[in-house]
């Protein structure tokens, strides 16, 4: 067994059932049926972008949902358990309706890293959030409707990148909504998020492992 592992991480796992157990994965299912894991992968990370620089960051994750056919909802750096991470949420269009809620936390180190997600589904009442909150917006003026029907100023991507993406954040994907619909997918996803920042621990030996570095030279993607 490698000298860490999915056991040297650890969080609050108050009201989760577990379902799978192991050294490289852990799988825990909620009350509400949402999906989290810990996976320990055991080389080095393939994240290629300095963890200082928050637009490279950015711009790694949105081309890898962009290839998978979701949208960026959220991508930013903080510490965890002391230790550098990148938080991030996406969300993939479903077959049937609604959408997919992918929450992330990565915790990369030169080789090895932990990833730990929470994956929501919307279900029940989904699009109610978004249809609230449009009109909201249409009747605040902050959305408006062109003279041939489209809707304008509601939809973007999060940082203001003027690509082409398949799935784009929307005003209703704001933090702030989320008290206001606590069981929205979304809600929920940031709200295991916040969990775990909240009272992740590592032991010892992976808190004092040789940190992530990027090494691929300079910032490539800004020359594309």
């Not at 919307?122 to 009109?135: F, K």
């Not at 003279?147 to 954040?169: I, S």
């Not at 702030?176 to 069981?183: I, L, S």
């Not at 004092?208 to 594309?224: E, N």
Request: hydrophobic residues 45%; proline residues 4%; aromatic residues 10%.
């Amino acid at each position: 067994m490698p000298l860490t592992s999915a056991e040297s991480l650890r969080f609050d796992i108050r009201g989760l059932r577990i379902v799978d157990t192991g050294s490289a994965l852990r799988e825990w299912v909620s009350g509400t049926d949402d999906h989290i894991t810990l996976h320990f992968l055991d080389k080095p990370p393939d994240i290629a972008a300095s963890l200082s620089d928050i637009a490279g960051i950015r711009h790694f994750y949105r081309e890898r949902a962009v290839a998978a056919g979701s949208g960026l909802v959220e991508v930013e750096l903080l510490r965890v358990a002391g230790c550098a991470a990148i938080r991030t949420i996406v969300k993939t269009p479903q077959a049937a309706g609604g959408m997919n809620y992918l929450a992330s936390l990565t915790l990369p180190f030169r080789d090895f890293s932990y990833v730990i997600k929470a994956s929501c589904l919307a279900r029940g009442t989904a699009g109610t959030r978004e249809s609230v909150v449009l009109n909201q917006a249409l009747a605040g003026g902050e959305v408006t409707l062109s003279q041939q029907g489209v809707v304008q100023g509601w939809a973007r991507d999060p940082y203001g990148d003027p690509g082409l993406h398949p799935v784009l954040w929307n005003l209703s994907d704001a933090q702030r909504y989320d008290a206001r619909f606590p069981d929205h997918a979304l809600s929920r996803a940031r709200g295991f998020l916040a969990r775990i920042e909240a009272t992740a621990r590592l032991d010892d030996t992976a808190r004092r492992a040789a940190p992530f570095v990027y090494r691929g030279g300079g910032a490539w993607w800004k020359f594309w």
